[in-house]
């Protein structure tokens, strides 16, 4: 089973210097986890944005690689809500 998982935050519409370390964040999960990550922003509320990561086949093992990489690139403290979404068949 492969899973899918979405975490989203609230941040300032224009924060360049944080779009750089989620850019950062998202080359060091695809290095170390082969998954690509998508990063998206709210169409109506541009304060609101998401990761989104899909095709994982062990979800707590790239939990905590994505929390180590976060740590890395000085996301720890961003508050972010988590989702893990699996397929129904």
């Known amino acids: 089973m492969r899973y899918s998982f979405y975490c989203y935050f609230k941040a300032d519409a224009d ?35 998401m990761e989104v990561y899909e095709g994982i086949p062990d979800a707590d093992a790239f939990r905590r690689l994505w929390l180590d990489v976060s740590a890395e690139c000085g996301l720890a403290a961003l508050s972010r809500h988590e989702e893990w979404f699996q397929p129904l068949d």
Not at 21 to 47: E, F, K, N, S
């Open 15 to 49: 924060n360049a210097p944080l779009l750089a370390q989620l850019r950062t964040l998202q080359a060091g999960v695809l290095a170390r986890a082969g998954v690509a990550g998508r990063l998206l922003r709210r169409r109506d509320d541009a304060g609101t944005w």
